[in-house]
Each structure stands twice: as structure tokens, then as C-alpha cells.
Nanobody
């Protein structure tokens, strides 16, 4: 059984910073990629940032230069450092892991609210 547990959400003023973390547990061979997605009320879930096993990263245009995705030394954790936050970054943030031979798994989501 695979579980993803997220932490680090909260409320911050515009211009502030937050750091999200996600840990994958369970019986896994290897993780091909891990990413962060977000969903604002009434909108679809969109990719924020992704990092693959080789270390390459990709970001949504709206967060480039402000957000940084990284994986921990144990490779089963991923973090998202969010700086210069804007009210439009307000959303529920979800962690996703693409696990070899198993498919995609999602975390439960963590709320990020940026006040103006």
C-alpha cells in the first residue's frame, strides 16, 4: 500500500514564503517522478512543478523564478519552496508520485492561502 503525506500548507501574506513537503511510504520499487499540482475553487487541477528521477525539473510559467522543487536524499520525499507568494497562488496543493510498475498516487492535499 502506497501513501503520500503532505505537510506545510497554511496562510501567509502576499510576498511571503511557504515550504511544502511530501513523503511517500509503502512498498515501492522506485519513483520515476514526483510533482506538485494545485487546484483553486472552481478550476481544474494544474501542474505546478515536477522533478524526475534524473533530477530534471519543469515548472508552470506562473511560478518560474518563485518556486523551487527538490527531492530529499532518501528520494522518497519532495519539497516545494514557494517564495514571493501571490494571492493567485491560493489553492489546494497536491503531491503526486509516479511509481515504477504501480502507476500514479496522490496525496490528500494541503491548503495554501495567500492574503493580499
Amino acid at each position: 500500500q502506497v501513501q503520500l503525506v503532505e505537510s506545510g500548507g497554511g496562510t501567509v501574506q502576499a510576498g511571503g514564503s511557504l515550504r511544502l513537503s511530501c513523503t511517500v511510504s509503502g512498498s515501492i520499487a522506485s519513483i520515476n517522478a514526483m510533482g506538485w499540482y494545485r487546484q483553486a475553487p472552481g478550476k481544474q487541477r494544474d501542474l505546478v512543478a515536477i522533478i524526475v528521477s534524473g533530477g530534471a525539473t519543469n515548472y508552470a510559467d506562473s511560478v518560474k523564478g518563485r518556486f523551487t522543487i527538490s527531492r530529499g536524499n532518501a528520494k522518497n520525499t519532495v519539497s516545494l519552496q514557494m517564495n514571493s507568494l501571490k494571492p493567485e497562488d491560493t489553492a489546494v496543493y497536491y503531491c503526486k508520485a509516479q511509481i515504477q510498475y504501480r502507476g500514479d498516487f496522490w496525496g490528500q492535499g494541503t491548503q495554501v492561502t495567500v492574503s493580499s
